[in-house]
């Protein structure tokens, strides 16, 4: 693990990772645990971090996108980091694209912000993956649009299957992090001070 990818680590542990018990999860499952990731991808360092470890994992798919994006709003500010990084350091054009809940009730219309022509390549990105139902609602809304998928990054897979069912769908499934890599779920320690929400990604 590199010295930045391992910083990004401890800021997960230290700001995200809320230890408790009675999380409903948006499966509807229990957990004793929750990474709040809003933590991280609200805070300028952080995101910084995510946005360069996401270009680095970009960087090794077989086909690199010319686009970024996933569902709202796990997706919006990582992607919008990255496109912004990409710029700054000169490299190929990077677009967001992001795949609204529901379609937006005026205007455009759009269910997908900053739709791209048909055919366009696209890595899918999320903030957690659980079960992986919202990065494959994502993916099957780009898909609908005419967008290619050619990757899924995540910042955290819960390891609790989401991963390997993306796996059958999808090709290059990868998470910068997984939760093994959180030695304070097995001490039951890196409780945050707030009052954590009781909605689980």
Request: hydrophobic share 40%.
């Amino acid at each position: 693990m590199t010295d930045e990818r391992e910083r990004l680590r401890q800021l997960i542990e230290q700001k995200c990772l809320i230890t408790s018990q009675g999380f409903t999860l948006s499966t509807g499952g229990k957990s004793g645990f929750y990474f709040d990731c809003k933590a991280v991808t609200l805070e300028g360092e952080g995101l910084a971090l995510i946005a360069s470890e996401v270009l680095l994992e970009i960087e090794a798919l077989p086909k690199r996108p010319p686009a970024i994006g996933g569902m709202t709003m796990g997706a919006d500010f990582i992607s919008a980091a990255v496109a912004l990084m990409a710029y700054q350091r000169g490299l190929s054009t990077v677009h967001a694209s992001i795949v609204r809940k529901e379609p937006k009730k005026h205007g455009t219309m759009n269910k997908i912000e900053n739709q791209l022509p048909i055919g366009t390549s696209i890595v899918v990105v999320d903030d957690v993956i659980t079960t992986g139902s919202s990065t494959i609602k994502a993916c099957e809304e780009f898909s609908a649009a005419g967008y290619e998928i050619v990757g899924i990054i995540a910042i955290v897979d819960r390891e609790a299957g989401g991963k390997q069912r993306l796996e059958q769908s999808y090709s290059h499934v990868r998470a910068l992090f997984q939760k093994s890599d959180f030695p304070a779920l097995t001490q039951n320690s890196g409780s945050k001070g707030t009052q954590p929400k009781r909605t689980a990604a």
